[in-house]
């Protein structure tokens, strides 16, 4: 029988997910819209860390992304990425600390009730197959889906501060690269 915590919140990030879509839309089909955008570029490098911060963020990727494509017409792309990553490294951080308990513990019954009662747990816990976690965490966290589950997935696996650290920042320059890469060759 499902935990009723986590049948409630079955598509919880999805619903985030599709929202902050749609409320990008409608956003950007508003008239004031491009002048909030303009309002955000004279932020310079500092909006580019706030933009990074909300890349993180399910709700907020969207308009983030869009922010940052529009910040890699104005702004030096090396200083971009390094910006929005350290951004986007800061709410990684926050999440680590913060949220990271409470996901896993959404998670942690999943984990138990698919993989613990069967042959699963043997293979997942053998040292080929340990680096699974973090290469799926990092992946999640260079993509505008949510970071918790990337935290998370580092979380449960052994992994150091530094380590976490060391691979949020790398996970995310390579998003933010291939964001303002596509958007410099757009333009």
């Known amino acids: 029988m499902a935990h009723p915590h986590l049948h409630r919140r079955r598509h919880f990030n999805l619903f985030f997910l599709l929202g902050g879509l749609v409320f990008v839309i409608i956003l950007s089909r508003l008239p004031f819209f491009g002048t909030l955008i303009e309002k955000i570029e004279t932020f310079g490098y500092l909006g580019a860390i706030i933009s990074g911060f909300l890349f993180t963020s399910t709700f907020t990727a969207a308009f983030a992304g869009l922010l940052l ?38 998670i942690t019954p999943i984990y138990e009730h698919f993989i613990a009662k069967n042959h699963l747990k043997k293979i997942i816990h053998t040292k080929y197959f340990s680096w699974t976690l973090p290469v799926i965490g990092a992946l999640l966290m260079a993509t505008p889906l949510p970071d918790e589950l990337g935290v998370s997935l580092l979380g449960l696996s052994t992994m150091s501060f530094w380590q976490f650290l060391l691979i949020s920042f790398l996970s995310h320059s390579f998003a933010m690269f291939l964001l303002v890469s596509a958007a410099t060759l757009i333009s």
């Open 69 to 106: 494509i529009n910040f890699a017409e104005v702004l030096d792309p090396f200083w971009l990425i390094l910006c929005a990553t350290l951004g986007a490294l800061s709410s990684d951080l926050l999440i680590f600390h913060f949220v990271k308990d409470k996901v896993s513990d959404e």
